[in-house]
């Protein structure tokens, strides 16, 4: 079990790869496996879309 680093939910993961995306079942975040002993998550940042300009 590890903790959702945006809500604080427990979510139960089995076997994670580091860099691995994961999502939170409680509140939809994208999180980002960086760290393995112990695992830590960090929430994906948004991509804007870059046109350019």
């Known amino acids: 079990m590890v903790e959702c680093p945006v ?3 427990e979510i139960e ?3 994670l790869e580091l860099h691995q995306i994961i999502e939170c079942p409680v509140c ?3 999180l980002e496996v960086v760290d393995l ?3 830590v998550l960090e929430e994906v940042p948004e991509v804007e879309e870059d ?3």
């Open 51 to 53: 046109w350019g300009e």
């Open 7 to 9: 809500c604080g939910a």
């Open 28 to 30: 939809g975040a994208e």
């Open 37 to 39: 002993d112990p695992i």
């Open 13 to 15: 993961v089995g076997e």
